[in-house]
């Protein structure tokens, strides 16, 4: 079984873990960047991990959130006391250290309590390599893990492979693994995988625990139609891995039910780069839909001939004539938001939500669950300019299909510019629609982000561009 290799499953399992025995003390060793220890919601979070500020320890990720106790794990349990419901280890990535972990988070777990172990299937050779010789690593955390399903029979241990190998333990007691003098080689790994690490699948594991009956109702009565749109041979490539780590993995972890429709504008050449249609191998969606820029301009012609002198309410800059500058591409947004529209229509007795983004859009943050409970349309306040971005959706189905059908109204309306024709379009359908700090970056069809060459909004999304460019690299 291979992992999802970018997934953020860990933080969501645990947060069902915690959710199912209603945990209240939750432990992490190792906080990294701290998405984990700040996502997940528990009464008392403890975090240990001496790196803070310091920065002294070079192996594995540099921590950059305030750990409760800035200090090695080994020292935390030298002086701790405490005992815990729920306890994540994933500090150095070494095995020894590990294996020291694991035991001492044996001691101090309470009964019907989880420990979770990230990293425990490595996928190659080179990744589980110690000392660390590529960015992409999990270090050979692995063997302690296949040390002590050798040595504790105490216990009950297994591995889910999503999110590079989620090793779960339990109080309770396991069939001693025997390797049979074989040595800790990532070869033999390869060949007795299933067995050294009692790989589980992530269904099995959630029937098993009964986690699905802790996952919201809201959740289980849902079906949501993700529709992403755009140009999508003009950044597709990049932004599908992203897509899939911060919607598509936290759905099927949740195990929402969705269908996907891909809807394409169809081009060859943009943003002065030839592009291909390669993103087809990639995707493989319930519908499909595509229209040509041919037609779409024809039929910005059909509705709106004078759409040149309809859109801005003020001339262009001397010399310059925006609409020639800028194209149709208002217009064209509007024609593929609305043509997403009219397929949500045909389909809105199916689904009871809609997401809707466009396929341009690298995400920062996860897709949240709580929006399952929102009674307003959730938009992205990302776009630097004024009102609601055209870009993120997640709503009542219903909503999302009026606030996206914009073209045909476009004659009341485009004077305004494209995010007001939005903004208009939810005054007017009575659509609450809430703003969420859901940043992302528009990626051009050369890799660069469309605010590359801004100065006003690098700041803002500096710190965006750190991960944008390791994950994307
Ligand atoms: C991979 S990161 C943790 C990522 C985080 N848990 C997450 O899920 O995103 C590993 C962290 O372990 C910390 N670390 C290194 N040595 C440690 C030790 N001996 N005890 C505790 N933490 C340690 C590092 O400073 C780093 O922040």
Redesign the pocket.
Known sequence: MKNNPTSPY??NLIQQIINKINAKSYL??????????KGVDCAEKYG????YGNFE?D?????TIKPTHQM???E?FKQNKKTFDVI?I????EAE?TERDINNSISCLNEGGYIIC?DMNPLTKESQIVPRIQNYWHGDVWKAWVNIRQSNPNISMCVIPVDCGLGIIQKGSQKLLDIKGLDTTYENLEKHREEWLNLISLEDFLNKNELRRHILREEIDTKILVVVFGCLSRSLNITYKNHIEKIFSILDVNSINYSTCYINNKVTEIDGVKVSDDFKNKIQPDYFLEFSQYFIDSQILKYHPNYKTLYFRKPPASGRDYVEVFGRSPFRNSFIETSCSEFMDSKKDHFTHCLAFCSDHWFEKDFQLNWLKSNSLIVSDQNPAQGYTNGFYFGNINDVSKLMNSFYSLRQTATLDYEHIIKTNAEQNSIKVKEEHYRFLKIRANGEHAYQKSPRLFPKISHILNDYHKKTR
Do not use: N, W
């Open positions: 860990r933080r992490e060793i190792g906080l990294g960047s701290g998405e984990v220890f240990v991990d001496p790196q320890y192996k594995g990720a540099k921590c090695t794990s080994d935390f994540f994933d500090g150095m990535h250290y990230h």
